[in-house]
C-alpha cells in the first residue's frame, strides 16, 4: 500500500512541477527569453556569466591578478570576522543585469542557475569546511513585505535543496533599516550597520555556518552579521555570495 500512495505522491509532484512551468515558464537569468525545457540558460547567454577563475583572495574570494599574493588589496590591511568567502560570477555585465531583476523584478527562479553554479564550483569545498547551516543575510522586515521577497533568502533556500542543508532564516533578525551602502565610504558603512542585527535563537546549534548573499561588495554586512554570530556562540563563519567585483 505505501509504495502505491509513493508512487502517487511522486506522480502529483511531477503534475505539480508541469503545471508551475506551464504557468511561470522558465526564463533565462541574463536575456529572460523562454528556455527550451530542461535547461537553466540559453547557449548564447552563458558567456555572458563570467564565472570567477583562480587566483582569487584566500579571505574574500575575489578574482585578482597576481597569484603570488594571498590576499587582495582590502584583505591585506583589513581583517575581517569570517574566515573565508567564495563567490560565483564576477559582478558585471548580463549578471549584473541578471541581478537587479532577481532583486527588485520579482525574478526569484533565476536562483535555480545561481545555485546549480555556486553548488557546482563550491559544492566539495563546503563540504570540506563541514558546515553545518545556511544562513541569509537577513532583509528588514517592513522593507521584505514591501517587496515581497528576501534574495538572500531565496538563494539560500536553492543553495540548501542542492547541498542539502538547513535552511536558518530566522537565527538573525535585521532590527534596524539601514540606507543603501553603496552611497557610503567604509567607516560609514560600519557605522549604519552597527547594531543592525540580533541573534534570535538562545540556544546555539551550529558550530560552522555558511552565510549567503547576492552581491559582495566591501564585507560590511557580511561581518556585522558575522560579528553576531560568533556572539551568539558560532565559531566558525565563511559565505558564498552570488557575485562579486574584480580585485587587486
Ligand atoms: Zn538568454
Ligand atoms: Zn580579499
Redesign the pocket.
Known sequence: MKFGRNRKKKRENVLLAGLLDALYPPRCPICDGLLLPGTLICDGCRAQAIVLREPV?K??G?QIRDAQRE??L??AKKPHRYRQGKAVFVYKGGIRQSLYRFKYAGKREYAVFYAREAADLHGAWVQKNQIEAIVPIPMYRGKQRRRGYNQAEVFAEELGRRLQLPVEKKMVRRVRDTTPQKNLNEKERKDNLKNAFQFTDNIVKYKRVLLVDDIYTTGSTIDAVAEVLISGGVRDICYICISIGV?F
Open positions: 583572495c579571505r574574500c575575489k590576499y587582495c582590502d584583505c580585485g
